[in-house]
């Protein structure tokens, strides 16, 4: 029994917002910085208000119609999302109640911008163990609201959006292997340290990271995690169709490829439109290239994630 993907969609809010624009509000920092560092050029940010289960549900109502399975068959709804609407219920019961379904297992994951391939592994994971047969997997995010718009270093990095797949059970391949994992001691190196105590927000709510040291950290791991899905199905990097990293930063994309051997034309890029949307920046990428014909039927495509925490996964697919 496979887990087999059967359809993709996403959704991203309102028109792009270029680097030219955070300079005209008022942000210090300018086109050539913010390309050269991270191949950035637009995201999209979601209007107040807007939060991460209407830009969820929109992508999973696309899965949905591409895979032709109807709401109320779903038995699984998993959500990865570090900026839910509410500390609870989770988004994934928010997404379930929009969708009109009622009795699947429905839960959040929180594994930042590796939270995609985490709510993968696990669909996958339940719906081999035979006790599932219709997965709905999303990743959303509105980091927007987590930004420090005063911080020139993190808030010119990230976008909002949201990207969804469906999963069945199939005797046919579907995902070849999954991975994920996590060091808990790098917790420090990019997180929003603050909470909600007694009805007021204490400690700092704003996303901090240390960039060096990210950016050391998911090249390594990313090449690390991609190679162990490969050997896990018994393919070398290189048999691979189609590679999507994270897409957090093109310098980070590239040094993956490279260290991989797996060569530029065959890595899906959408971080020069999105930015970093954390846990859909997988999902939107995959969906735009399996939409322009690119993934095609019986091809092989690595997805991977890291994020705060440290966690890290992948996933390796076959259409
Ligand atoms: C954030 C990152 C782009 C910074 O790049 P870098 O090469 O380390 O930065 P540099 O040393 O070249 O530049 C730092 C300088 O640029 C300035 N700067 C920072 N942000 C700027 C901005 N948006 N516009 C203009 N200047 C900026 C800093 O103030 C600093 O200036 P100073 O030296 O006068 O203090 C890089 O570290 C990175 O991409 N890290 C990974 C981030 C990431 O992907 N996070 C998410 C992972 S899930």
């Known amino acids: 029994m496979y887990a087999r993907l059967i359809g993709t969609g996403s959704y991203l809010p309102g028109n792009p917002v270029t680097n030219d624009d955070l300079a005209a509000r008022g942000i210090d920092t300018n086109d050539e910085w913010i390309v050269t560092r991270t191949g950035i050029r637009s995201r999209h940010l979601a209007a107040p208000g807007t939060t991460s289960s209407e830009l969820g549900l929109i992508a999973a109502q696309r899965a949905l119609e591409m895979s032709g399975v109807s709401a109320a068959d779903l038995d699984l709804i998993i959500v990865a999302t570090s900026t839910p609407d509410f500390i609870f219920p989770s988004t994934a019961c928010l997404i379930q109640a929009n969708l009109g379904n009622k009795g699947a297992a429905a839960f959040d994951v929180q594994a930042v911008c590796a939270g995609f391939t985490y709510a993968l592994g696990i669909a996958e ?48 391949p579907g995902v070849l292997a999954t991975a994920m994992h ?13 909470q909600i105590c007694g009805g007021q927000v204490t400690g700092d709510p704003f996303l901090r990271m240390d960039g060096p040291s ?14 162990e899905v490969c050997q896990i199905a018994g393919i070398q990097t290189t048999d691979v169709d189609w590679l999507i990293p994270h897409q957090a930063n093109i310098r ?25 949307t954390s846990a859909a920046s997988v999902p939107l990428a995959l969906d735009e290239a399996v939409r322009d014909g690119r993934i095609q039927r019986g091809q092989k495509v690595l997805v991977e994630g890291v994020g705060g925490g440290f966690t890290w996964g992948a996933a390796l697919l076959e259409f």
């Open 125 to 172: 994971k339940f719906i081999r163990s035979g006790s599932h047969k219709r997965a709905l997997v999303i990743g959303a995010e509105v980091f927007s609201r987590i930004l420090d718009w005063n911080d020139r270093g993190t808030c010119v990095l990230f976008g909002d959006g949201a990207g969804a797949i469906v999963l069945e059970a199939s005797d046919k």
């Open 182 to 194: 996590a060091d808990g001691s790098q917790n420090g190196i990019l997180n929003v340290p603050g």
């Open 214 to 227: 990210v950016f050391k950290f998911a090249v390594r791991v990313l090449a690390d995690i991609a190679e």
């Open 252 to 276: 980070i994309i590239e040094a993956t490829g490279k260290k991989l051997g797996v060569d530029r034309n065959k890595v899906i890029v959408t971080v020069d439109r999105h930015g970093n």
